[in-house]
């Protein structure tokens, strides 16, 4: 019974990490009225991350979108600019296989019975883990009132649609301080 408790317990730890998703963090200026403003523009991407021009793009239209449901209009003459950067980080695992049990022979020692007691092998593995950052800046004061990151959010090995950005912006988007309107 105690084992089927614990097998299960794995089973479950091992589906939320499977599960794992960006986490957003934000910080805002309290002293900032975000529903005084009326315009915004998105400035030109900066990236350190290589994104494609359609997931530029979509990125582009799913902050238009969120921006829009706040009750702000896009415009060359704008209150707010939103500036989006991705940086990317380049991070390194390592992995242990062990083997501990007994064994009959093994690479050095082709016969017999002994124990194992060694590192069997190490494995090094890179990837490359990216963070959406956007900042919105008053522009008139020059200051910025809002900045939210996903870090997590954008990796080498997962592949960008347009249904996932604008899931990772509307995340973003969720704890910025003025409430979708529509």
């Not at 707010?80 to 007994?102: G, P, Y």
Request: hydrophobic share 35%; with cysteine; aromatic share 10%.
């Amino acid at each position: 019974m105690r084992l089927i408790k614990l097998s299960m317990l794995a089973l479950t730890i091992a589906s939320l990490t499977a599960c794992k998703t960006s986490e957003v963090y934000s910080d805002y200026d309290p002293a900032a009225k975000f529903d005084s403003y009326s315009s915004f523009m998105v400035l030109e991407h900066m990236k350190s991350f290589p994104i494609k021009e359609t997931a530029k793009n979509w990125m582009h239209e799913a902050i238009q979108t969120e921006m829009s449901q706040r009750g702000y209009t896009e415009n060359n003459d704008p209150d707010l600019l939103v500036k989006v950067m991705i940086k990317s980080e380049t991070k390194e695992t390592t992995s242990l296989q062990r083997n501990n049990d007994f064994y009959w022979g093994s690479s050095y020692y082709q016969y017999g019975w002994g124990i194992n007691t060694g590192v069997d092998r190490v494995s090094y593995n890179t990837h490359t883990e990216g963070t959406i950052i956007i900042d919105v800046i008053d522009r008139k004061k020059k200051e910025l009132i809002w900045q939210a990151s996903a870090s997590g959010a954008a990796q080498q090995d997962k592949t960008l649609n347009e249904e996932s950005v604008k899931k990772i912006i509307r995340k973003i988007f969720a704890t910025y301080p003025l409430a979708p309107t529509q």
